[in-house]
């Protein structure tokens, strides 16, 4: 069976590779690849900034955005062949530490957790693998192929959860949220807080593009430009972008008792000094939170796929801005104007007329 590897640490070392069909003791469901969504995480790691072998191997198998259809699955793991499904990236640490212990993979202590195509376990992108129940998600068959957004949302959904948990200290109730950046994880994040009832704005640098419609779209708010300039006083505030001085206006536009989740990290080489007392001043003044939030636990999956079950399948449809066949693999990771996401097919399923 086929799998996109690359070595890690080695610039543009991606490669489709043959390898045998997995072993039984992977997990008790046997899984086909269907397709996986790529992010910047992929692209830094094809391009040998980032990722990470298993230790008895010198390639990963890349992906950890999934969607797979089950094949074969033992009795008592609650799955059943034909079912949709998306394996959890984030595997708990060998030894694992309290978090791990009780199934918060997301909150893991130590360094040692493992990532599914990221940090030392092989990733989704192969037409066969199998999965652990435990790590093994169910996707409403109504989702069909934009199940692959479940990773992605999981993510947010944990922010939101997050900030919804932070914002309990008072009994006022969140009105408002503003969202910084409306890449898929902005996007996902505007219809996260749709989806919890708030006034939502987007803002971004692009004024064109299909970003401002999908906001609108969502009966949210597209701002071209600085969040500097929005005269609202959101309760809470969804960092996507990772840039420090977007960072900095954000904590400063959440309103007084706020809570500000920071989910991105940004590219850019991270060398400029700033100050921080004016933050500070207005973080300890303003009685605000600022947390950072990676990654996903079962609990940020299971909530993802309420929302996504609940959102517009042709909106959530709009967001994979591109498919590619799985041996057109190189044109995924390329960048393209308009990208939203990209899902690379690998074992596409017959899709209605
Ligand atoms: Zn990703
Ligand atoms: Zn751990």
């Not at 969504?37 to 999934?66: F, K, N, W």
């Not at 990221?118 to 192929?145: C, N, S, T, W």
């Not at 994040?189 to 906001?215: F, I, M």
Request: net charge negative; with cysteine; charged share 25%.
């Amino acid at each position: 069976m086929k799998a996109l590897a690359v070595r890690p640490g080695v610039t543009n070392s991606g490669e489709m590779i043959e390898l045998a069909p997995p072993d039984s003791a992977e997990g008790a469901i046997l899984v086909r690849g269907l397709a996986i969504g790529i992010c910047g995480t992929d692209v830094e790691i094809m391009e040998g900034a980032y990722g990470q072998a298993p230790a008895d191997d010198e390639r990963l198998i890349l992906g950890h955005e999934s969607l797979g259809e089950v094949i074969e699955a033992a009795a008592g793991t609650g799955f059943s062949p034909g079912q949709l499904v998306v394996g959890v990236v984030r595997r708990p640490d060998p030894e694992p530490c309290d978090h791990c212990a009780i199934g918060e993979w997301d909150m893991c202590r130590s360094v040692h957790f493992r990532e599914c195509g990221i940090k030392e376990q092989h990733g989704y992108a192969r037409e066969m693998y199998r999965l652990d129940p435990q790590f093994a998600v169910a996707v409403d068959p109504r989702l069909g192929e934009l199940g692959v957004l479940l990773e992605p949302a999981s993510v947010v959904a944990k922010a939101c959860m997050l900030a919804v948990h932070f914002l309990k200290r008072t009994d006022v109730r969140a009105k408002t949220a503003l969202v910084t950046g409306a890449g898929p994880i902005g996007l996902l994040a505007a219809l996260a807080t749709r989806y919890y009832g708030l006034e939502t704005h987007v803002v971004d640098v692009v004024d064109s593009g299909p970003k401002p419609d999908l906001v609108r779209d969502l009966g949210a708010h597209y701002h071209a430009g600085s969040a500097a300039d929005l005269d609202i006083s959101p309760e809470i505030v969804i960092e996507c972008t990772g840039i420090g001085s977007v960072l900095r206006v954000a904590g400063a536009k959440a309103g007084p008792g706020g809570v500000v989740a920071l989910t991105g990290i940004s590219a850019v080489p991270a060398t400029e000094e700033v100050n921080l007392s004016l933050f500070n001043k207005k973080m300890v003044l303003e009685n605000k939170v600022l947390f950072g939030s990676v990654n996903a636990a079962r609990t940020h999956y299971e909530a993802a796929a309420r929302v996504l079950s609940e959102a517009d399948p042709a909106w959530l449809g709009r967001l994979i801005s591109r498919r590619v066949p799985a041996d057109h693999w190189p044109e995924a990771l390329e960048r393209q104007t308009d990208d939203v996401k990209v899902v690379l097919d690998i074992n596409p399923r017959a899709r209605a007329a």
